[in-house]
Structure formats: C-alpha cells, structure tokens
C-alpha cells in the first residue's frame, strides 16, 4: 500500500453527509480544522454540500458512496486512500426508515430488506472496507448513528410516540440490530486503539421524518462529534445520547 505523509490533518469519512445530521456532523468536524469527506450518493447534491462546507471554510472533499453497493464502497476506500492517505475517523451516519407507516402485520418483506441492507450491511460493509486505512491512525474512532427507538428497554417500556417513535417494524429493530452489531465490533476489536460507539441524535427536524423533529440537525450532530473526538481512554462498544448511556 502506498504511504502517503503529506496529509497531517486528522481525517473523516462521514457517510450520508449531503444534508441533516450528517451534513452538520461534517461541518462540526470540519469546524476543528479536520479534513472532512462527504459520503453521498448523488452526484449533485454531494458536490453541493461540498462547495457549501468549503464557503464555510471546511476542508471538505466529495466521496462518491452508495453505502448499499459492494463496488461503490470499494471506490470510496480507494478514493480516500488517494485524496487524503489517512483516515482517522468513520461516522456510520447515512440511514433510510423505509417509509411509513410500518405495522408489523402490515410490513413487506422488500420493506424490511431495504432498511437492513442500508442501516445495517451497509454499515458493516463500509466499517469492514474502511478498517484497514482506520488501523492506520493513531485514534481511530468509529461512530455509528443509532437511535434511542433501538432500544428494546425503552420500546417495552410503553413510553410515549416522541420517545420511542411511531410504530415501526423495520426502522427501529434495525438500530437494535445495528447497537447488537457495534457491541460484536467492540469485542473483536478489543485490546485495539480503535473505540467504536453509537450515538442517538434525538428527535431532529431532517427529511428522514418529514421535518418533524424538534432538535436542530446541529443539535444531532453533537453526540456523534463527541463520540469522534474521545480520547484514547473513551468508552468503546456503548450506546449514547446527550444526557448520557442508553438503555439496551
Ligand atoms: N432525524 C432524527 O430524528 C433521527 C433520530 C435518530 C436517529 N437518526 C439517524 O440519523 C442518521 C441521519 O438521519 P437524518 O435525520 O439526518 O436523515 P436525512 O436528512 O434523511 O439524511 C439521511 C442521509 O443518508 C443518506 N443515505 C440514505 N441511503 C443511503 C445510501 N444507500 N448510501 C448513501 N447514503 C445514503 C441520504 O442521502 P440521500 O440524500 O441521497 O437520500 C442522506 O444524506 C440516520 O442514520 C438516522 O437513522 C435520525
């Protein structure tokens, strides 16, 4: 593999970066001086986060990346390897619901297939094609976008819609299957430098639900910015939000 030196800047990869949470994840990490690439799929939208995070001063640059396709992925890890050598940093951030409304007795198969492919292979596939450029940092750090409707603890809990969503039985048993997939990551890479979390942005006004959400996509981004910058004695394989830990 070729050694690249020139690149001293801490580096990111966050994926679904064109809007919402992702974006403003770039543009907080961009904010510490990091060197940023925008994982999105679409051409047009990526270049235009990209020139928006760049007027803002970012050092951003586009990553073409389909979290659901094998040769996309493929690319994106080539391409990072050329464009910036390193990577320091993974953020597991693109993520669909499927569409509502998601009744369990109601759910298509191609429903499910479709928020698993994406929410859950998708971040295996890209984590796994990413590693070897990760193992490569001093800190690497991996955090994954969860939501606190994964949590069977509060789910079962009968709480109320804002805190455990609308029923859904694609979406939210894909963040429980994704939380079950990050603490399998943190035990294999245990005795490792790099720390893999989850993060929960709360319930944020994004596209994801029809702009719903009460919190900022800046607000959201928070969790996932501190869970990139832990130091080396940070937690790894945990489940967080703003007030803190996440019930399982
Ligand atoms: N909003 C909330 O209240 C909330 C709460 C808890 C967790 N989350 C999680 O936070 C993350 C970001 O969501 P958001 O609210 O910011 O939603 P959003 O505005 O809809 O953004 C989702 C991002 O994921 C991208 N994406 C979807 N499928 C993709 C694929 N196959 N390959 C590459 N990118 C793909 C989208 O790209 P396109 O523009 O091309 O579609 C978009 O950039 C998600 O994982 C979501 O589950 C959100």
């Known amino acids: 593999m070729t050694e690249h030196t020139s690149n001293e800047k801490t580096t990111a990869l966050i994926t679904g970066a064109n809007k919402g949470i992702g974006y403003e994840i770039a543009a907080g990490l961009g904010a510490l001086g990091w060197r940023v690439g925008v994982g999105a799929r679409d051409d047009g939208r990526r270049e235009a986060a990209v020139e928006k995070l760049q007027a803002a001063g970012v050092d951003a640059f586009g990553v073409p990346l389909d979290v659901t396709d094998d040769d996309s992925v493929a690319a994106a890890a080539r391409l990072i390897e050329e464009q910036a050598g390193r990577l320091d940093v993974l953020v597991n951030n693109a993520g669909v619901t499927g569409g509502m409304p998601q009744e369990p007795t109601l759910v298509s198969p191609d429903q499910l297939r479709t928020v698993v492919e994406t929410n859950v292979i998708g971040v295996i596939r890209v984590t796994n094609a990413l590693l070897p450029l990760l193992r490569r940092s001093a800190s690497p750090r991996i955090v994954?976008?969860?939501?606190?409707?994964?949590?069977?603890?509060?789910?079962?809990?009968?709480?109320?819609?804002?805190?455990?969503?609308?029923?859904?039985?694609?979406?939210?048993?894909?963040?429980?299957?994704?939380?079950?997939?990050?603490?399998?990551?943190?035990?294999?890479?245990?005795?490792?430098?790099?720390?893999?979390?989850?993060?929960?942005?709360?319930?944020?006004?994004?596209?994801?639900?029809?702009?719903?959400?009460?919190?900022?996509?800046?607000?959201?981004?928070?969790?996932?910015?501190?869970?990139?910058?832990?130091?080396?004695?940070?937690?790894?394989?945990?489940?967080?939000?703003?007030?803190?830990?996440?019930?399982?």
Request: proline letters at 7%; hydrophobic letters at 40%.
């Open 144 to 248: 994954n976008m969860s939501s606190s409707v994964g949590s069977l603890a509060r789910q079962s809990a009968a709480a109320d819609e804002l805190t455990v969503g609308p029923i859904s039985v694609a979406y939210s048993p894909s963040k429980t299957f994704l939380n079950a997939v990050t603490v399998q990551y943190a035990r294999e890479l245990h005795g490792t430098n790099v720390l893999i979390n989850l993060a929960c942005p709360g319930f944020v006004a994004t596209d994801l639900n029809g702009f719903r959400g009460v919190r900022s996509p800046e607000q959201g981004a928070a969790i996932a910015i501190r869970l990139a910058t832990l130091p080396d004695d940070g937690p790894t394989g945990g489940y967080f939000e703003d007030a803190g830990v996440i019930p399982w």
